[in-house]
Nanobody, 124 residues
Framework: QVQLVESGGGLAQPGGSLRLSCAAS????????MKWVRQAPGKGLEWVSG????????YYADSVKGRFTISRDNDNNKLYLQMNSLKPEDTARYYC?????????????????WGQGTQVTVSS
């Protein structure tokens, strides 16, 4: 019943931009911290960004701080990740996560709901 559906991935040139979206349903969206996690080819899962329930506090990995912006629209149960100044190192599959009170926005664990992901490729 819980669903998280990512969209907006694709190809971008270095220095370009993409906006990822995540549509959530089946749970009380505004009671959950939300996050983005990515997995690059041949590498493990990497936490990218998180946001608290009302969107007041945001958190970023050092590798994306200043380039990415996380936001949420609680009226429409949507999460976003605006990605600017993209680098080849950003190439990965990006997953949207919803965290209960057992999973804070600055991390992820077994208590999170996961989406299927959307692929981002940054290449010239």
């Amino acid at each position: 019943q819980v669903q998280l559906v990512e969209s907006g991935g694709g190809l971008a040139q270095p220095g370009g931009s993409l906006r990822l979206s995540c549509a959530a349903s089946g749970f009380t969206f505004d009671s959950y911290a939300m996050k983005w996690v990515r997995q690059a080819p041949g590498k493990g899962l990497e936490w990218v960004s998180g946001i608290d329930t009302d969107g007041r506090d945001t958190y970023y990995a050092d590798s994306v701080k200043g380039r990415f912006t996380i936001s949420r629209d609680n009226d429409n149960n949507k999460l976003y990740l605006q990605m600017n100044s993209l680098k080849p190192e950003d190439t990965a599959r990006y997953y949207c996560l919803g965290g209960s009170e057992q999973s804070p926005p600055w991390d992820f664990n077994d208590h999170d709901y996961w989406g299927q992901g959307t692929q981002v490729t940054v290449s010239s």
